[in-house]
């Protein structure tokens, strides 16, 4: 890296967080624990694997993630808040532990000892981004924003962080934090981020969907692979009760996610 922080002109980089900085969806990830405690049925568990599946090999375009967005407020409509704060807050260590990139942590290592900032943009649940993203080190981060109303979810979204809308929040942060985003970095996997790549002097392609791999090569993008998961288990610190409460804004978003994905396929090869 050569871009140095200046004063009056400060560098940040932007990451992605599935499939850049951890090595699944963040989301999908837990619809095991949902069953369990019987807030998902066995159906929904079922396409939520095929979904991941699915997520491995292509990403989604911008109708898939604005039909996400409708499963996810269908489907958290109505969830208690404490039932799922105690179900995050016995299986989060366990099922993210395993995910970081060494990669990743190595790069987020990089930025911050030239002294860029680190911010983690996920379509991810606020809640849940923002602890994987301390665990990792990186100084801040902006996720997918959900209503919680007299104790459970309300099913509204206030701030969908996917597509056009990651680009929004990084200029939101340029505009607080003083960053130049004509320095700025930022990585990512999917074609969908496209747009936080775009409004970045130096985008990089991160084990990239075939579609963004395209563009990479025609523009002469770097591509980066990441592919060595590494157990973070002593540095995660454990979230604070409130932290865990609303986690599920998140949370919820991982079977919904998954049905979106079966769905959509479903519906293409029908």
Not at 42 to 64: E, T
Not at 139 to 154: A, E, I, L, Q
Request: proline share 4%.
């Amino acid at each position: 890296m050569t871009e140095h922080a200046t004063e009056g002109s400060r560098v940040a980089a932007f990451f992605d967080l599935d499939k850049t900085v951890i090595a699944k969806s963040s989301t999908l990830a837990f619809s095991r624990p949902f069953f369990q405690e019987g807030l998902i049925n066995r159906r929904a568990v079922l396409k939520s694997a095929y979904a991941q599946f699915v997520f491995m090999l292509a990403g989604a375009d911008a109708d898939q993630m604005d039909r996400m967005r409708s499963h996810i407020t269908a489907l958290c409509e109505g969830w208690d808040v404490e039932q799922v704060r105690s179900i995050v807050d016995e299986t989060l260590h366990d099922i993210v532990d395993p995910l970081v990139y060494k990669e990743a942590t190595q790069l987020i290592l990089d930025h911050k000892a030239d002294g860029h900032d680190v911010v983690v943009v996920s379509a991810s649940g606020e809640e849940l981004v923002a602890p994987i993203s301390a665990m990792v080190g990186a100084n801040r981060s902006v996720g997918t924003r959900m209503v919680v109303s007299d104790g459970r979810y309300s099913g509204d979204v206030d701030f969908y962080c996917a597509g056009e809308n990651k680009a929004v929040a990084a200029k939101q942060l340029a505009d607080e934090h003083d960053y130049d985003l004509a320095r700025c970095f930022a990585y990512s996997d999917s074609i969908t981020d496209l747009p936080l790549l775009e409004v970045v002097g130096h985008p990089t392609a991160v084990n990239p969907d075939r579609a963004l791999r395209k563009v990479a090569a025609q523009r002469g993008w770097p591509v980066l692979t990441f592919s060595d998961p590494v157990s973070l288990r002593a540095r995660i610190p454990r979230p604070s009760g409130t932290t865990v409460a609303v986690t599920a804004i998140g949370l919820g978003a991982a079977t919904a996610a998954g049905v979106a994905w079966y769905g959509l396929r479903r519906r293409r090869r029908g």
